[in-house]
C-alpha cells in the first residue's frame, strides 16, 4: 500500500497511474482511477481548510463533469537529505518534513 507522499511524488511527476498495481493494469479505466487519486491528494492538503468535506467528495466520485481542484502538498511531506560527515566517510540518508506535529480537533456538526 502507497502512502500518500508517494502518491503525491508520482503526482507531482505527472506519472500517477504507477501507484497501481500492474497485475490490476487491464481492470481499470485510467481517467477513473487519475480523478480518484486527484481527490485522495486533495483530502490530505497541508492546509485543512483546503481540504473537501464530505458533502463535496461525493459529488465529485459520481460525476465526471466537475472540474476538480489541484492539490497542493500533503500535510506530511518527507523528502530526503544526505547527511554526512566533513570527511565523506560515512553518508546517511533521513527523511525531513516541513511539518513536525499536526493535531486535528474532531467538532460535531
Keep these: 500500500m502507497l502512502g500518500s507522499l508517494q502518491a503525491w ?9 504507477e501507484i497501481m498495481d500492474p ?4 481492470s481499470y ?3 477513473e482511477v487519475i480523478r480518484c487519486i486527484q481527490i485522495g491528494l486533495l483530502c ?3 492546509n485543512p481548510k483546503s481540504r473537501p468535506t464530505m458533502a463535496r467528495i461525493v459529488p465529485m466520485l459520481s460525476s465526471s463533469a ?19 560527515s566533513t570527511s565523506g566517510e560515512e553518508t546517511r540518508k533521513f527523511q525531513c518534513s516541513t511539518n513536525d506535529v499536526s493535531i486535528t480537533e474532531f467538532y460535531p456538526r
Excluded: C, H, N
Excluded at 511524488?9 to 497511474?17: A, M
Excluded at 497485475?23 to 487491464?26: E, N, S, V
Design 9 to 17: 511524488r508520482y503526482w507531482t511527476e505527472r506519472r500517477p497511474l
Design 23 to 26: 497485475t490490476l493494469r487491464d
Design 29 to 31: 479505466m485510467s481517467d
Design 44 to 46: 490530505v492538503q497541508q
Design 66 to 84: 466537475i472540474t476538480l481542484p489541484v492539490p497542493q502538498q500533503p500535510a506530511f511531506f518527507f523528502g530526503t537529505k544526505t547527511r554526512g
